[in-house]
């Protein structure tokens, strides 16, 4: 064998031992990148924009903007909930709408205080219930409620107000979650007071179920705004949600517009994870802060 010979065998072989190597440095990269892609997808807040063409609205209130935010599950974005303070305060929204699942736990209240003085600083702020709040009793939904109310924030159980602006006006209803008191008003009983009260007049409810739309809109609501479905938790293209929080499989209305009969329904997918069917898991469908412009259909 010549020197050449014995070198060249010395070179493929140190190039077959680095071969490992180099692909356990590119299997642990993938891994940590992967890693990090996934919490950003659980936890990389999003801004969406969002017009609805909404017919029989209100001259008045054509570009009338609304900040949603649904299903924080006791979350904090940043000390105090800064960043999600200062993400609000950045689109001027005309006002602001909680539509449930604000904690998960009674040990959670603690943070709603700065949450809602923040955001009570920046426009009317308007709250419903949750599942997830009644699930920790009676007692804990009086006591959150009447923290929202100490700092500003107006809660809806049930309860209607008119909304004026440039010389026109709405109704804002709220409805408190079904898994509330057995006795509460109905959202048909409330539509029924509403027109009794203020016949004619377009309204906006806010309620915590997305899966309830057909209920709302048989009843005679104009434009609805919910949470609860989480996105699906996992988005395909083409297709949207994947899986409810009740485990079905391609659920309805998850995220956006939609649209039964006369009435029109808005979606968000949620700021905190969901806790069921698959704890703190989304794919393609990051937390959102969705701002909702309403315009004349």
């Not at 440095?25 to 969406?48: D, E, H, K, M, S």
């Not at 997830?132 to 923290?147: F, I, P, Y």
């Not at 309204?203 to 699906?232: I, K, P």
């Not at 329904?265 to 700021?271: A, D, H, M």
Request: overall charge neutral; some cysteine.
């Amino acid at each position: 064998m010549t020197t050449t010979e014995r070198g060249d065998g010395r070179r493929r072989r140190r190039r077959g031992q680095r071969r490992p190597l180099v692909w356990l440095v590119v299997v642990l990269a993938l891994a940590v990148g992967g890693w990090f892609w996934f919490r950003w997808q659980c936890w990389g807040l999003q801004i969406t924009r969002t017009e609805a063409n909404l017919a029989g609205l209100p001259a008045g209130f054509d570009g009338f903007t609304i900040a949603h935010l649904s299903d924080l599950h006791g979350h904090a974005y940043g000390e105090d909930s800064r960043e999600l303070v200062e993400r609000v305060r950045g689109e001027k929204p005309d006002l602001i709408v909680i539509t449930g699942d604000l904690i998960d736990q009674k040990s959670q209240i603690d943070m709603v205080p700065p949450l809602a003085r923040g955001l009570a600083a920046i426009a009317p702020t308007y709250y419903v219930t949750g599942n997830h709040e009644w699930a920790q009793g009676s007692a804990t939904v009086k006591e959150l409620k009447a923290r929202l109310v100490e700092c500003g924030v107006t809660v809806l159980s049930n309860q209607c107000e008119i909304l004026e602006r440039n010389g026109d006006r709405l109704v804002l209803a709220g409805v408190d979650d079904p898994n509330g008191y057995a006795d509460q008003t109905t959202p048909e009983e409330l539509y029924a007071w509403i027109q009794g009260k203020a016949p004619g007049l377009f309204t906006l409810l806010l309620a915590h179920r997305n899966e309830c739309f057909g209920q709302y809109a048989n009843a005679g609501y104009d434009f609805v705004m919910s949470g609860h479905g989480h996105g699906g938790i996992v988005r395909l293209p083409f297709v949207g949600g994947l899986i409810g929080t009740d485990r079905r499989f391609f659920p309805p209305w998850t995220a956006g517009l939609y649209t039964v009969g006369d009435s029109t329904l808005f979606v968000s997918r949620g700021l905190g994870n969901n806790t069921t069917p698959f704890p703190g898991f989304r794919i393609f469908n990051r937390p959102e802060l969705a701002v909702v412009t309403l315009k004349q259909g």
